[in-house]
């Protein structure tokens, strides 16, 4: 399956909603950690990382899902 830069633009739209802190609902700085890049909140300290945080972010959630 190719991916095409219509995917990649609507990758690019979705990263760009996640750069606001859910917190502060201030922009996140982008900091690079390990080839990673990583979205850190500067006023909270939290750090956002983009897709693979959000697949981790959703594993815990259905982990807590099934917790009750
Ligand atoms: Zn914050």
Redesign the pocket.
Known sequence: MNTTDQDQEDIAKRLKRMLL????M?ELKIVLHEDIEVDT?L????IWVDIIEEKMLLNRLSENYFEH
């Open positions: 802190c859910p917190r502060c201030i909140c006023t909270c300290n939290g």
